[in-house]
């Protein structure tokens, strides 16, 4: 590390901080430029812009980790720039290189190693890369032109408990349209997720589970993250759906399930009301890792899966294994990992 900076690592929540450098690249008369690392964390956009009025943008979030050798690694970003690429395409912005993406984002952690958190801590570096339809624009059509940046923070648990189970209760709202743009992400999902976010936490549970919008029976997300379900036959379950946001982290624990952990994988409909098929719940994404499942609020009744208080064994070899290849403990499949250099 080449600076010293005062963070308490295993303090951290997951907020912002304005680390040292920042990626920009500006799309204009249909091209990227070559692209820059800046010190300024704020932006100037015209006030007319499409990322404002007609929320035309869109994110990603992935994370640098330190192994115990003190090297940095990334965990499948071409995966994340090809979700990127996915998403600009259905909300008719350019999408920026998948080789540029993973480029951009080595420069940005190679531009502020020092607060990569050490080895040992449980944080880690998130990046946030993002698309913005910029310009001045008036009516509901494309942007004009583009911006493309990436900043870094180093964060801790998404969720208060970390690898302890949390509890949540079922939204009544939806997060995405049948045939909109769940599987996108783009910010209007979000904004979307506010309210019930807020309500469910005002009750006590880390977040609110969405169902299926189109008959409310069947599970799609955990607040910001996917669903799996361990069965009593010991199979790991996750729904499948347009709606649901394909979660990186996701489908690399269905190929650990597999081919680790020796179980067999479904990917099907989780119905609400049929909750006791599963003995262990978890969700899981970049920034929740796999967050397990105490239990489940349905019609103001908690149903507990494993404990409200430990983890299931299955939700415990899953994380262990995720988390052992995150940080070089673990032999990863071919491809996964980027070094940092
Ligand atoms: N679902 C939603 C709605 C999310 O925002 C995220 C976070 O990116 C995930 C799931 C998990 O996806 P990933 O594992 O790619 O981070
Ligand atoms: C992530 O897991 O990276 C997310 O984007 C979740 C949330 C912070 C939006």
Redesign the pocket.
């Known amino acids: 590390m080449s600076k010293n900076v005062s963070i308490d690592w295993s303090k951290l929540g ?1 907020a912002y901080y304005n680390t040292d450098l920042r990626y920009v690249s500006m799309w204009k008369d249909g091209k990227w430029d070559e692209g820059k690392l800046v010190e300024d964390n704020m932006i100037s956009i015209s006030e007319s812009s499409t990322a404002i009025h007609y929320g035309q943008q869109c ?4 994370k640098a980790y330190r192994t115990a050798k003190g090297e940095i690694q990334l965990f499948r970003p071409d995966e994340n720039a090809k979700r990127m690429g996915r998403s600009c395409r259905r909300i008719l912005m350019p999408e920026f290189p998948v080789d540029r993406f993973i480029d951009a984002c080595m420069q940005v952690v190679k531009a502020n190693e020092h607060f990569v958190p050490p080895y040992g801590t449980g944080a880690t570096l ?1 990046l946030r890369p993002y698309l913005i339809g910029v310009g001045h624009n008036l009516g509901v059509r494309p942007a004009p032109e583009y911006m493309f940046g990436i900043f870094c923070v180093p964060v801790g648990p ?1 969720f208060k408990g970390g690898m302890a189970p949390v509890n949540f209760t079922i939204a009544d709202m939806d997060r995405a349209a049948p045939h909109g743009t769940g599987a996108a ?1 783009v910010g209007g999902n ?1 904004a979307g997720s506010l309210l019930p976010h807020e309500e469910a936490v005002k009750r006590g549970f880390a977040d609110c589970i969405y169902l299926d919008p189109a008959t409310h029976t069947k599970i799609e997300e955990v607040g ?2 996917n669903f799996f379900g361990i069965t009593k036959d010991g199979k790991f379950v996750t729904p499948v759906s347009p709606s649901i946001l394909p979660s990186i982290t996701k489908y690399s624990l269905m190929h650990l399930a597999e081919k680790y952990l020796g179980l067999t994988v479904e990917e099907r409909d989780c119905r609400v009301d049929s909750l006791d098929e599963f003995v262990e719940a978890g969700a899981c ?4 890792v796999i967050t397990p499942i105490g239990g489940i609020e349905v019609e103001g009744k908690l149903h507990v899966f494993h404990s409200e208080t430990e983890v299931g064994p299955v939700t415990k070899k899953l994380y262990e294994t995720l988390v052992g290849i995150q940080l070089g403990e673990v032999e990863a499949p071919e491809g996964w990992i980027y070094k940092v250099k």
């Open positions: 997951f994110f990603e979030g992935l998130y998404y992400k979000y910001a993250a994404g970049t920034a929740a």
